[in-house]
């Protein structure tokens, strides 16, 4: 079964996004290569991250995290202790009402598609799927990134397909929309912008190499949609309750629940 949106399903961007991240960074090199041979190649660059998850991220993405969480959070029931103060008299020590476990953090694998020339093995362009990167302490070490991508000469290509954290940069005519795609190309001095809403498909965005050689197209719009269906991800998203935080505006909402009135009425 098909997602029933048109273009990102937000429902994705809960505990599934880990998985869609890395299924969608591998259909963007299949998509790619083909057109990227014999002059470059696309690669897969795994890092891992230790994600300190704030608060309002435990339970998104870690649901596991969460019910260890709630399940060890209860009243103390250690014994009333005493000590003895420095003149001799026994104190009554106050027992904490609650313990929590210490929640170590959590050790998640990002991958990025690298461009690279087939000669040299160059780094020509990134393509970056925003997300740990999208607040602290991940987002000021990815500025930095994208200010040594911009300096050596390399091309960017950001997809953000999460509805919170914040955006990776700042510009007052920068439109509030629910997803973005951008593309900085090397020393040009302007960003290149896809807003998009929630009712929108995604677009087929330019992959810039070196020049002379032309641009290739990245269909977002296939990309996501495959990988929806080779993942069965309707099979592990009930569409009857609402999506991952954060809430949607009145108007997203209202478009959504009649989108999908029809799946919510099947038994």
């Not at 197209?217 to 592990?236: K, N, Q, T, W």
């Not at 009930?238 to 478009?255: F, G, I």
């Amino acid at each position: 079964m098909p997602s029933p949106f048109p273009g990102m399903d937000p429902y994705l961007e809960g505990y599934l996004w880990p998985d869609v991240h890395n299924a969608l960074a591998n259909k963007i090199r299949q998509q790619l290569v083909p057109l990227l041979r014999p002059r470059y190649t696309a690669r897969l660059e795994i890092y891992l991250v230790e994600d300190t998850a704030p608060e309002e991220e435990v339970g998104i993405l870690y649901p596991d995290v969460e019910l260890l969480k709630r399940g060890s959070s209860k009243q103390s029931s250690l014994p009333i202790a005493e000590v003895t103060a420095t003149d001799g008299r026994a104190v009554q020590l106050t027992p904490a009402p609650l313990t929590l476990p210490v929640l170590s953090p959590i050790e998640v694998r990002i991958a990025t598609v690298e461009i690279r020339d087939t000669v040299n093995n160059t780094l020509v362009t990134c393509i970056e799927i925003l997300s740990l990167n999208k607040r602290e302490p991940g987002l000021t070490a990815y500025r930095q990134k994208r200010q040594r991508l911009y300096q050596s000469n390399v091309h960017l290509v950001e997809i953000d397909l999460l509805r919170r954290g914040t955006r990776s940069f700042n510009h007052p005519r920068l439109p509030d929309t629910a997803y973005l795609v951008t593309v900085t190309r090397a020393q040009l001095g302007v960003i290149e912008i896809w807003p998009i809403n929630l009712q929108d498909s995604l677009p087929t965005v330019p992959v810039p190499l070196r020049s002379p050689d032309a641009d290739v197209p990245l269909a977002l719009s296939e990309a996501v949609a495959v990988i929806y269906d080779e993942a069965a991800y309707d099979l592990s998203i009930d569409y009857r309750q609402p999506p991952p935080k954060p809430a949607l505006t009145e108007a997203d909402s209202a478009w959504m629940n009649a989108l999908l009135a029809p799946l919510r009425t099947e038994p």
